[in-house]
């Protein structure tokens, strides 16, 4: 594949999302990782692991970033799909 849903760009951007938020650089990361986990979002499915992976490290970094209330929002919504994921045996 190849374009902008190529796997490997797409753990490109990821992994500049982590060192970004590593570095304090909350707002650069928290629109990768929201652009990250939309694009897994369309390839894999909403409650598929990797996008809920990413969308956990979404909330991560606002939390970090102390924006706690869009945190609690991200962290409700990993929660919800990854609750979706187990009962239904996936």
Same mark, same amino acid.
């Given at each position: 594949?190849?374009?902008?849903?190529?796997? +490997?760009l %797409?753990?490109? @951007?990821?992994? *500049?999302?982590v060192?970004?938020?590593?570095?304090?650089? #909350?707002? *650069?990361?928290?629109? %990768?990782?929201?652009? !990250?986990? $939309?694009?897994?979002?369309?390839?894999? =499915?909403?409650? #598929?692991? +990797?996008?809920?992976? !990413? @969308?956990?490290? *979404?909330?991560?970094?606002? $939390?970090?970033?102390?924006?706690?209330?869009?945190?609690?929002?991200?962290?409700?919504? !990993?929660?919800a799909?990854?609750? =979706? !994921?187990?009962?239904?045996?996936?």
């Amino acid at each position: 594949m190849v374009g902008a849903d190529d796997p +490997e760009l %797409l753990r490109a @951007r990821y992994r *500049q999302a982590v060192c970004l938020g590593e570095t304090g650089e #909350h707002a *650069q990361a928290s629109r %990768l990782w929201a652009g !990250v986990a $939309e694009d897994r979002a369309r390839l894999l =499915g909403l409650d #598929h692991r +990797e996008t809920l992976d !990413v @969308r956990y490290d *979404q909330a991560r970094n606002l $939390e970090r970033a102390g924006e706690f209330v869009e945190a609690a929002r991200w962290f409700g919504e !990993v929660a919800a799909g990854r609750e =979706g !994921v187990i009962s239904s045996g996936a």
